[in-house]
DNA sequence: AATAATTATAACCTTTTGGTAAGTACTATA
DNA sequence: TATAGTACTTACCAAAAGGTTATAATTATT
């Protein structure tokens, strides 16, 4: 008999968690992910709530997350401009990952 | 009344999910929780289970790991050496992150 | 003697990632 | 006429992260 009763498999490009965080790890993603959430968040609200997010690092993440079908953008014809983001279906399957790096923080860290 | 009736505070310095990316992002960190998890496991075994890592990540990660008190390590002194990792009290707080991220990528990217 | 096994370490280099600063477009407002 | 507000884009540069290769130490095995 074995000691470990739980034997994982080998991390490689199978592995689920590698899959995840091909597509949510950086230095912001999962943030900006956890500041939509549940809502509907305009573009500069966002770059506020962010706290130190370059304009670049914003936008070049929101296209990645609306290209991988995490958020979607809407966006009035108006002037000035305004667009809205929001998490779709997918995107809201990311709020658990979220929520526990938030409670791990929270318990631990801050 | 307000649109968004859940509102998150902004994601400054004292942001929870900041604080935990802080510790846990890095292209290898949260792969290496998962493949120790709950079981002692030894360097070679890792570096085996770990498919792609290079050798200088893995110490590097397994030496900032157990600096910052999420895992342990044994240490026997015999020839040829033998060394065993394991999560903390404090590392298996992570492995509700990690199982989430697992979910996620189980179900919709694998 | 030479090789294999194990857990590292160090020097060097490349790639990736992220930051800075400036500019665009259009209108309303001062 | 100038400025502010909004959502971007681009070019350039700096820093962080990660990869490669060589090396160490010690013993058992071939």
Chains 1, 2 share one sequence.
């Not at 009763?5 to 490689?12: Q, V």
């Not at 965080?21 to 939509?36: A, P, R, V």
């Not at 998490?87 to 526990?100: A, F, N, S």
Request: hydrophobic residues 40%; proline residues 5%; glycine residues 4%.
């Amino acid at each position: 008999m074995e000691k470990n009763l739980k034997i994982n498999p080998a991390c490689d490009e199978r592995c689920p968690v590698r899959a995840s965080l091909s597509l949510l790890s950086g230095k912001w993603t999962l943030m900006i992910l956890f500041q939509i959430n549940e809502n509907t968040v305009r573009y500069g609200e966002l770059k506020r709530a962010v706290t130190g997010i370059s304009e670049k690092m914003l936008i070049q993440e929101l296209n990645m997350l609306v290209e991988n079908k995490l958020v979607s953008k809407k966006a009035y014809h108006e002037i000035p401009p305004k667009v809205e983001y929001r998490l779709t279906e997918l995107g809201l399957k990311t709020l658990p990952i979220v929520d526990q790096l938030a409670q791990f923080g929270l318990e631990n860290l801050v």
